[in-house]
């Protein structure tokens, strides 16, 4: 069962910082970390199926985000979803912009990009580009 509990930015930060304290981690680096955890932990547990019906490779997953998200937020209302939409899809690279009103996960998505190149089977970096307006955008480079 997918639980539709969401928590205020104030907690997660907290989590975060003490998470930080503990390992003697920057934030970043753990949520880089997380991100490509979150992947894992999906698919193992009760966000598999909406996985697996997102996509069946990394290019169509990615162009699929804000379908899935917008099944999310049926069943977690209080959530508040990005918007990734794909800029530029070539052999060498898929260039996304991710969009939110949440501030500061920009490695979070690095992450989960890395986890999903990991799902897939895909040899890839990931790198955050910057911010263009008001879409921070993040490019995936197929090795």
């Known amino acids: ?6 928590y ?6 907290r989590m975060l910082a003490a998470a930080s304290d503990a390992y003697d981690m920057p934030i970043n680096d753990l949520l880089v970390r997380f991100g ?3 992947i894992v932990f999906a698919e193992r547990g009760s966000f598999k199926f ?5 996509g069946q490779d990394l ?5 699929n985000l804000d379908r899935m998200h917008v099944g999310v937020q049926a069943v977690m ?4 979803m ?3 939409r794909v800029a530029e899809d070539t052999a060498e690279k ?8 949440r501030t500061g996960l920009e490695p979070f998505v690095t992450g989960l990009f890395q986890g999903l190149a990991e799902r897939f089977g895909v040899e890839a970096d990931v790198q955050h580009l910057g911010w263009y307006g008001d879409a921070s955008t993040f490019a995936i480079l197929f090795k």
Do not use: H, K, N
């Open 94 to 101: 898929v260039v996304v912009e991710y969009r939110s009103t």
């Open 36 to 38: 490509r955890y979150w």
């Open 50 to 54: 909406i996985l697996d019906f997102t």
């Open 77 to 80: 209302p209080q959530a508040i």
């Open 82 to 84: 990005p918007s990734f």
């Open 59 to 63: 290019r169509g997953f990615i162009s």
């Open 1 to 6: 069962m997918i639980s539709a509990e969401t």
């Open 8 to 13: 205020d930015d104030e907690i997660t930060l």
